[in-house]
């Protein structure tokens, strides 16, 4: 039982930035101690796109070129909430954001949907130009 809920959406400027918080809970979650996480974003009329995604220990990160010196993926393992930085945001950076955590592959995070089984509900960011 894995429930991930992002919050930190919102409306902002181009140029802005926005901090997008995933918090992980549930009995399978919380009696995994390892993990991946990634980010996931679906414009209106779009597929799914991979955004960002970290290992267990953050010290393996991987960006979509889109976001790549733009946002930052990152983790807190004893929250176990995850998080992304958005920095110098466009218009085109809008979408749904989506969270989700696989927790077999935790050395080296996938960059594919099928690679994650838990996913959050997402969190809009609207980016005004």
């Known amino acids: 039982q894995v429930q991930l809920v992002e919050s930190g959406g919102g409306l902002v400027q181009a140029g802005g930035s926005l901090r997008l918080s995933c918090v992980g809970s549930?009995?399978?979650?919380?009696?995994?101690?390892?993990?991946?996480y990634a980010w996931f974003r679906q414009a209106p009329g779009k597929e799914r796109e991979f955004v960002a995604a970290i290992n267990w220990s953050g010290s393996t990160t991987y960006y979509a070129d889109s976001v790549k010196g733009r946002f930052t993926i990152s983790r807190d393992n004893v929250k176990k909430e995850a998080y992304l930085q958005m920095n110098t945001l466009k218009p085109e950076d809008s979408s749904v954001y989506y969270c989700?955590?696989?927790?077999?592959?935790?050395?080296?995070?996938?960059?594919?949907?099928?690679?994650?089984?838990?996913w959050g509900q997402g969190t809009q960011v609207t980016v005004s130009s």
């Open positions: 549930g009995r399978t979650f919380s009696s995994k101690t390892f993990s991946s």
């Open positions: 989700a955590v696989d927790l077999v592959r935790w050395v080296r995070p996938g960059t594919e949907e099928s690679n994650y089984d838990y």
